[in-house]
């Protein structure tokens, strides 16, 4: 079936740097892209989502980039903190039939900010 | 607002044992969702609800069951608890319309173990 993934389950990286965590997609029917931190022992937040019609979108310190072509979803991470460390998700969600039902989520990238 | 709650934090069941998962959002959305959360791995969804008294089943609803009987409350059932329901159990809601607002708010999780 249609399915979200990620390529790498760990990454680590120094605090300061900027990280990107990578996302591949095969339902080409998605509405909506959504990034998910999941920190230990908690519920996933919400951190930014674009729209399928978007290949770009910015918040604070983050960015996702969209790439239709290949099916690639990315999450940059700016500047690194230490409060940055957890596990992040990408999801994806179709409005068709409403939008009601939930979200697919991929299996999720452990980010390690080193000291 | 206190959000999504979701009670207890942990549980441990014996086979064949019978419990509810309890969940309750203050935000009066209108749709509730629960996933699992099984080690290393992304939620699945296991039944969502549009509103009280329709919920609807999701990708893995083999071994639960709902009832929505107020927009506040969307508990989750166990009847025979197997093994195989070892896992992090999520309740999520989110505004219902789902036109550029796919947000779903998570509560903290419920550990349950079946041994």
């Known amino acids: 079936g249609e399915s979200v993934g990620l390529h790498l389950p760990t990454l680590s990286v120094q605090e300061g740097d900027n990280s990107i965590i990578n996302c591949a997609y095969s339902?080409?029917?998605?509405?909506?892209f959504i990034w998910y931190k999941q920190e230990s022992g908690k519920g996933p937040q919400f951190i930014i989502d674009?729209?399928?019609?978007?290949d770009k979108r910015q918040g604070q310190r983050v960015t996702v980039l969209l790439n239709k072509t290949v099916k690639h979803l990315s999450l940059q991470i700016a500047a690194t903190q230490p409060g940055d460390s957890a596990v992040y998700f990408c999801?994806?969600?179709?409005?068709?039939?409403?939008?009601?039902?939930?979200?697919?989520f991929g299996k999720g990238t452990h980010l390690i900010i080193q000291p | 607002n206190a959000g999504v709650t979701q009670t207890p934090k942990f549980r441990i069941l014996k086979i064949g044992q019978s419990m509810t998962l309890q969940c309750a959002q203050d935000?009066?959305?209108?749709?509730m969702y629960w996933y699992r959360q099984d080690p290393g791995m992304g939620l699945k969804l296991i039944y969502y609800?549009?509103?009280?008294?329709?919920?609807d089943k999701g990708e893995v609803p083999n071994g639960y069951n709902v009832s929505r009987s107020t927009t506040e409350d969307f508990p989750l059932r166990l009847e025979l608890a197997a093994p195989s329901q070892t896992s992090v159990y999520f309740c999520?809601?989110?505004?219902?319309?789902?036109?550029?607002?796919?947000?779903?708010?998570f509560g903290p999780g419920t550990r349950l173990t079946v041994t």
């Open positions: 935000m009066n959305h209108n749709y």
């Open positions: 339902n080409s029917a998605s509405d909506y």
């Open positions: 609800s549009v509103g009280a008294g329709i919920t």
């Open positions: 999801a994806e969600k179709s409005l068709e039939g409403g939008g009601a039902d939930g979200l697919t």
């Open positions: 999520a809601s989110s505004y219902s319309g789902g036109q550029g607002a796919p947000e779903q708010y």
């Open positions: 674009i729209r399928s019609n978007m």
